[in-house]
């Protein structure tokens, strides 16, 4: 497996092999990226998000998912923000994608709080919708989607013609 490095004559992306050894790239790349600001780590968001809710619908289901937000930054949030984006699929009774619950949320370290989201099945397909928190300064500081496999509505059985 090749080991990504930030080229020194470039500043793009090279790959070892002009000389110096994998561990020594490794190493570079790892004290480059860890003074660049808005480099992934793998780190957690500060705040767990579990969206849990039906995986398949029929057209005009009403449907309920329970979002579950969890405080994992070590500290107290305040000002959180929620946001709603959904598929045209979805119906909400708020209005059209996206929807934003009034106010804001505090959240004190180690803390959870649940909340409750409805739509209505409108469209057959895959319908997803993704719930993202904000901070006070509008960065994203934790999300998940949840997806639902809408059909069409079951159809009454036909009526049988009586017998002669």
Known sequence: MDIARIDRHTSGLAVPGDGLP???????????T?????????AE???GVLVTGPLAASVGEKLSFEVELVNRSGGA????????YFDDGFRHE??????EQQGTIDLAAGTSRRLTLE?????????????????????????A??????????????????EV
Do not use: M, Y
């Open 22 to 32: 994998k561990s020594r790239w490794l190493l570079l790349f790892t004290a480059i």
């Open 34 to 42: 860890a003074c660049i600001p808005n480099v992934s780590r793998a």
């Open 45 to 47: 968001d500060s705040v």
């Open 77 to 84: 949030l305040s000002g959180l923000r929620i946001i709603d």
């Open 94 to 99: 708020a209005s059209k994608s996206p929807i």
């Open 119 to 143: 739509f209505v099945a409108a469209s057959v397909g895959r319908q997803c919708h993704r719930v993202e928190i904000l901070d006070t300064e509008h960065q994203f500081v934790g999300g």
């Open 145 to 162: 989607t949840a997806c639902v496999e809408v059909s069409a509505p079951p159809q009454p059985a036909a009526a049988s013609s009586p």
